[in-house]
């Protein structure tokens, strides 16, 4: 309530009563407002555009979130970091090591509606993959000196194709790998390529950065 003075105050005055008083009003008016101001910016920005999207199971979520690895590839492409992202989508295996039914049908679904270019997870959990054809041959994708170069630690399907040769739809991303270095897992995950992206040239430029660190320009910065 305002003093009966208040009327007969001078300008000044009644500036400093009032900040006196009610200050803490004033203030908490002001954040609110800073606040609705922020969540307005948000809402009319644009979004930016995924060039590339990974589901990385059991990695650790604060390093890869700390790290700018995947916006130096971006830069590395020719990409605007203010206009594009490489979206990472994180989950967990738990102590059995291996995906529940849950997440992995989740999992499934994304691989499905092409919504993830590149998978990184333990071994384990690629195994609950197998002989779905999730993931692309690595033959097609890789060339002759880079399959040779990780031949020991290409990740295969346990059945062979028709010629009776074994299929390589992964890598495992060790300590000589750039992935590897970024000491994003505690154990070296496997690196796969969704199949229905397997044209898509900024997935399969990732998975050569994630290999050997090396970032070829897009052709025209939009691929």
């Given at each position: 309530m305002?003093?009966p003075?208040f009327?007969?105050?001078?300008f000044r005055?009644?500036?400093?009563?009032?900040?006196?008083?009610?200050?803490?009003?004033?203030?908490?008016?002001?954040?609110a407002?800073?606040?609705f101001?922020?969540?307005?910016?948000?809402?009319l920005s644009?979004?930016?555009?995924t060039?590339?999207a990974?589901?990385m199971?059991?990695?650790?979520?604060s390093?890869v979130?700390?790290?700018d690895?995947?916006?130096?590839?971006?830069?590395?492409?020719?990409?605007?970091t203010?206009?594009?992202?490489?979206t990472?989508?994180?989950t967990?295996?738990g102590?059995?090591?291996?995906?529940s039914?849950t997440?992995?049908?989740?999992?499934d679904?994304?691989?499905?509606?092409?919504s993830?270019?590149?998978?990184?997870?333990p071994s384990?959990?690629?195994?609950?993959?197998?002989?779905?054809?999730?993931?692309s041959?690595l033959?097609d994708v890789?060339?002759a000196a880079t399959l040779?170069?990780y031949?020991?630690?290409?990740?295969?399907?346990?059945?062979t194709d028709q010629?009776?040769?074994?299929?390589?739809?992964?890598?495992?991303?060790g300590?000589?790998?750039?992935f590897?270095?970024?000491?994003?897992y505690?154990?070296?995950?496997v690196?796969?390529?969704?199949?229905?992206?397997?044209?898509?040239?900024?997935?399969?430029?990732?998975?050569?950065y994630m290999l050997?660190?090396?970032?070829?320009?897009?052709?025209d910065g939009t691929?």
């Open positions: 305002l003093s003075m009327s007969k105050m001078s005055e009644k500036a400093a009563y009032i900040w006196d008083y009610f200050h803490w009003y004033i203030l908490g008016g002001l954040a407002l800073c606040c101001a922020v969540i307005v910016a948000q809402m644009t979004p930016k555009t060039v590339c990974l589901v199971v059991d990695a650790g979520i390093t979130n700390d790290s690895w995947f916006g130096k590839w971006l830069t590395g492409r020719g990409y605007d203010e206009e594009t992202d490489v990472t989508d994180f967990t295996s102590q059995s090591g291996v995906l039914a997440s992995l049908q989740l999992l679904s994304k691989l499905l509606t092409d993830v270019n590149i998978v990184c997870a384990a959990v690629m195994d609950q993959f197998s002989g779905n054809n999730a993931f041959d033959r890789l060339d040779e170069k031949a020991g630690d290409l990740y295969y399907l346990p059945d010629n009776g040769d074994r299929v390589p739809v992964g890598v495992l991303l300590q000589d790998t750039a590897g270095q970024q000491q994003f505690t154990e070296a995950p690196a796969a390529l969704v199949a229905s992206t397997a044209d898509n040239a900024d997935a399969v430029s990732m998975l050569r050997d660190g090396t970032v070829e320009k897009a052709t691929e």
